[in-house]
């Protein structure tokens, strides 16, 4: 398990987590929780991803989301942002694909931390082999 200083376990939302395996909204589920984090995946009509319950929005987590990492199309990743602002998430990863001009200058207006990275790769995981 990846742990704060305070002991709790670190835990992620996973914003366009898939249904589908080989989709890398599926891998990120699957290479988080192998990395002993909590895993929350975010879609809007999966009740489950991977055997973990999925909620429809941020705002629907219970507690505290240490990290988002977003796995949408530029165009949807604007309307998530204020929704992670709301939830005070402290990091929000844009993976390759997600980022545009007009996210990164949203982001940063609602006070966003963003990283323009994999998170997946961040975490220690390989994407093409994250179990």
């Known amino acids: 398990m ?14 366009g987590a898939s249904t589908r395996r080989t989709k890398y909204g599926n891998r990120a589920v699957r290479a988080y929780r192998a990395a002993g984090w909590v895993v929350y995946p ?25 990290r988002a990492t977003i796995y949408l199309p530029p165009h949807k990743v604007l309307s998530v942002l204020p929704e992670l602002a709301a939830k005070s998430v402290p990091e929000v990863w844009l993976n390759p694909g997600s980022e545009s001009e007009a996210v990164i200058a949203r982001g940063e207006e609602l006070g966003l931390r963003l990283v323009l990275a994999c998170s997946i790769i961040d975490i220690g995981r390989s994407p093409e082999n994250p179990d």
Request: aromatic share 2%.
């Open 42 to 66: 975010i879609h809007p009509t999966a009740s489950a991803i991977e055997a973990v319950p999925a909620f429809r929005s941020v705002l629907d987590v219970p507690g505290p989301i240490d």
């Open 2 to 15: 990846i742990h704060h200083s305070d002991g709790k376990t670190l835990a992620v939302a996973v914003v």
